[in-house]
């Protein structure tokens, strides 16, 4: 039963990047999702989506975790950039880019902070640019699943919860 349940999500996982692995339907799918996500909606501004690239060949642990569904690079949008800055010109004959993290669940994933940190970590930090990372969590469980706990130590004392996390955290629910 248990070999099941595996082949039935890492079937899922499939799906979900076989469809949304394009550039232009990764795009579609963050605007819409924004319709309904403020703070989404705020990134999405910031950003310049006919910049997306994926990731090629994303980090994928199956053993520990699953699959990380996608990963994906997308440039700053001009008008978005520090113009105040003593870099901003070298900043203009640079590329600012951004990374994208997106993981579908269908189910509440009490691991999902682990996970997304062990992406966070082997497909941006570890091969690309050091760059803010927005992780997107595409959810379509029947239960509630509030993530709004955005610290990797939510069962220490409260002094521990103000070490963050190395990316900024949406849940998008899709139910």
């Known amino acids: 039963m248990k070999e099941n349940n595996a082949n039935a999500r890492t ?4 799906y ?3 469809v949304f692995k394009a550039p232009d339907r990764a795009a579609e799918l963050l605007k819409l999702a924004a319709r309904h996500n403020e703070s989404l909606a705020e990134f999405l501004k910031t950003v310049d989506l006919s910049t ?3 990731i090629s060949e994303a980090f994928s642990d199956t053993e520990s975790f699953g699959y990380a569904d996608l990963a994906f690079t997308v440039k700053i949008a001009d008008g978005e950039r ?3 800055s003593e870099q901003f010109e070298k900043e203009r ?3 600012l880019l951004v990374g ?3 993981e579908h669940k269908s189910s509440k994933d009490p691991n999902i902070i682990a996970q997304l940190v062990k992406y966070w970590y082997h497909i941006m930090a570890k091969n690309q640019r050091n760059i803010p990372t ?3 969590v595409f959810y379509n469980g029947r239960e509630i699943w509030n993530l709004e706990n955005k610290t990797m130590f939510p069962n220490y004392p409260k002094y521990y919860r103000n070490i963050g996390l190395p990316f900024r955290l ?3 629910d899709i139910g």
């Open 11 to 14: 079937g899922h996982d499939s």
């Open 16 to 18: 979900f990047r076989s």
């Open 52 to 54: 997306l690239t994926e």
């Open 82 to 84: 520090n113009r105040d």
């Open 93 to 95: 004959s640079a590329d």
């Open 100 to 102: 994208i993290l997106e």
């Open 134 to 136: 927005v992780a997107i």
């Open 170 to 172: 949406e849940l998008v």
